[in-house]
C-alpha cells in the first residue's frame, strides 16, 4: 500500500479474495441490520467496500443509517448467494472530507437519477440522506454458519464425470 494513499490500517479491508471479487460485480445487496430480515438494496462498490444510500427519495433501509454492523449477502452471476460478510458500517457526513471526494463518485454510479450530478449530491445533502460504508470486518460465513431461514444447503457431493460420447460420423462407407 502506498504511503500517501491516506488509508490507516484500521480503515484498510479486511476481506477475503471472494468477497473482494463479490463486491467489485455488485450492484444489489441483501443488507440485514440487528438481526432483522435481509434487505435488496442498491450498492455501489468503491475502495474496497460498497456504498449504499438511503432515505427521502431513495430507497429505505430501516436501521442501517444508525447501525454499526450488519450482515452483507452478495449474489453470484448464476443468482444465487456467494458469500455472506459481516460489515462494519460507516456514516458519511455532508461537510467532511470522505463526503466530498466519495459521494459524488457514488452520485454518478446511480442509475436514472434526475439532472446532474452535483444537484443529486446536493438533495442527498439537504434531504438527510444517508449514505454507507459497508466495509467487510470478519471471515465470510460458510454454509453451517448460516441462520436456519436461510434457505442454504451445503453443496452435495458429486463424481463430477461427463458420459463419453460416440464419435460423429457423417456416412458409413460399405465394403464391396
Not at 448460516?146 to 465394403?175: I, N
Amino acid at each position: 500500500m502506498r504511503d500517501n494513499a491516506g488509508v490507516t490500517d484500521e480503515d484498510a479491508p479486511r476481506g477475503t479474495p471472494l468477497v473482494d471479487e463479490a463486491m467489485k460485480k455488485a450492484a444489489v445487496a441483501w443488507v440485514s441490520v440487528a438481526g432483522g430480515p435481509a434487505l435488496a438494496l442498491w450498492c455501489a462498490p468503491l475502495e474496497g467496500a460498497l456504498f449504499v444510500v438511503s432515505g427521502p427519495g431513495e430507497q429505505a433501509a430501516p436501521g442501517l443509517a444508525d447501525a454499526a454492523e450488519a450482515q452483507v449477502t452478495l449474489r453470484g452471476d448464476h443468482g444465487g448467494r456467494i458469500v455472506t460478510w459481516p460489515a462494519r458500517v460507516t456514516r458519511l457526513r455532508p461537510g467532511t472530507e470522505a463526503w466530498d471526494t466519495t459521494v459524488p463518485l457514488l452520485a454518478g454510479k446511480r442509475l436514472n437519477a434526475p439532472g446532474p450530478t452535483a444537484d443529486l449530491v446536493a438533495r442527498w445533502a439537504a434531504d438527510g440522506c444517508a449514505v454507507n460504508r459497508l466495509a467487510p470486518a470478519g471471515e465470510p460465513l460458510t454454509g453451517t454458519d448460516l441462520p436456519a431461514d436461510a434457505q442454504a444447503e451445503t453443496p452435495r457431493d458429486t463424481p463430477a464425470v461427463r458420459a463419453t460420447r460416440k464419435p460423429f460420423r457423417l456416412h458409413r462407407v460399405r465394403r464391396r
